[in-house]
């Protein structure tokens, strides 16, 4: 069963959506509670969380980190900007390697879904302006290709 | 794994930089001359684009001329799928988080 998908919309965002078997209110908990979060956001096999702090409160910080066991790591920092409990979380981050990216703005929805929840991540791509800048200067042929194949980036993933 | 081809990408003058590669090599003078900003910075701008394997140099006597490296931007659908990796395999354990969540612990 294909239950996550990864979309973009326009050249500027971002959707990534997921089904979830239990409430919007227990998926929300998860999001903004670090002990929850410490669970399960670990990104690739083999990657730990070192850091982990959230303030689910509008101004409220968010730092984690995470490393790879060895040498590789890095961390996320960023600012809770509103938030609906159980419902909608809107914040800005953004990733330091160990420059930072410019800031990524993330509006998170939880909706219901029959007995479960629809979860919605909707993120501004940081560089989507700038990369049709890009394009407009004439790069090559190959590189708009690529260029071109990011945009319709509608593909999903099976997760089960 | 890393976004770092990613966060090459984000940045209006690492950009600037490509696109000026984009239609050959290039000394860092050369790519210094249009910008209002020193050589070191232009230089950091370069070691960060080619650690993300965007670009590649040589050595030519003293000089180190860039040019896009041929499939710097394809590994951006490479950087894609990782995040789609990345993403299936959080949901996959917060499914088993929320599942084990205290009932009615939700308050």
């Known amino acids: 069963m294909t239950r996550l998908t990864l979309t973009t919309e326009g050249d500027q965002h971002v959707i990534v959506t997921r089904r979830f078997a239990v409430s919007p209110a227990d998926v929300y908990r998860a999001h903004v509670e670090p002990d929850l979060i410490r669970q399960w956001m670990l990104g690739p096999d083999g990657w730990v969380m070192t850091d982990c702090q959230s303030e689910p409160k509008p101004g409220g910080k968010i730092r984690f980190a995470w490393s790879d066991g060895g040498n590789g790591g890095f961390s996320l920092t960023g600012e809770y900007q509103m938030l609906d409990p159980g419902k909608r979380i809107v914040h800005v981050e953004r990733m330091h390697l160990p420059d930072p990216t410019p800031d990524n703005h993330i509006e998170t929805t939880f909706t219901p879904d029959g007995p479960g929840t629809l979860l919605t991540l909707r993120m501004t791509l940081p560089d989507a302006a700038t990369r049709a800048a890009m394009l407009e200067t004439g790069m090559e042929d190959g590189m708009e290709a690529s260029y071109a194949r990011i945009d319709p980036l509608l593909l999903a993933v099976d997760a089960g | ?107």
């Open chain 2, 1 to 107: 794994m890393t976004p770092d081809k990613f966060a090459a990408l984000a940045d209006p003058t690492r950009l600037a930089l490509l696109s000026a590669l984009a239609t050959g090599e290039k000394t860092v003078n050369e790519l210094t001359a249009p910008f209002d900003m020193s050589q070191p910075a232009i230089s950091r701008h370069l070691k960060i684009l080619q650690e993300a394997g965007l670009i590649m140099r040589r050595i030519d006597g003293t000089k180190r001329p860039c040019r896009l490296a041929p499939d710097g931007l394809e590994q951006i659908e490479a950087w894609a799928n990782m995040m789609r990796r990345t993403y299936a395999a959080n949901y996959d354990r917060l499914d088993q988080v929320l599942a084990n969540l205290p009932e009615g612990d939700a308050t």
